[in-house]
């Protein structure tokens, strides 16, 4: 019972902690107080706050609605790089937290797939 209240003790505040990182865009910041938004950080934090919301914890007022709004638009904003992986592997990982979220944008998964297809 103990070890059960402390998991859950840790989850609402590491969600209290991870509030704090939520720059005004939505977006969130690899460090507190920093005003750039990280990719792998934003997609990384909301992935964690969709399964907590799932599991019935409460998330800061405006978290989800903001986070969504960041991860859409930097979706439509993501071309694709034959330079390096990374940016198609953040572009992944932000169309499968949307998804997550409720919010797939198919276009960007098929475009996905079609590169890699190519391959």
Do not use: C
């Not at 909301?46 to 800061?60: R, T, W």
């Amino acid at each position: 019972m103990k070890k059960k209240q402390d998991i859950q003790e840790n989850i609402t505040n590491g969600i209290k902690r991870l509030g704090n990182f939520q720059r005004p865009n939505g977006g969130m910041s690899y460090w507190m107080g920093e005003n750039n938004a990280s990719d792998w950080g934003t997609s990384y934090s909301g992935h964690f706050m969709i399964e907590a919301e799932k599991q019935g914890y409460v998330l800061p007022l405006t978290f989800k609605s903001n986070w969504i709004k960041y991860q859409t638009q930097a979706a439509r904003e993501w071309r694709p790089s034959y330079k390096t992986q990374n940016s198609d592997l953040a572009q992944a990982y932000r169309l499968y937290t949307l998804a997550l979220a409720g919010r797939p944008r198919l276009r960007r998964h098929e475009s996905l797939t079609r590169i890699y297809r190519n391959f």
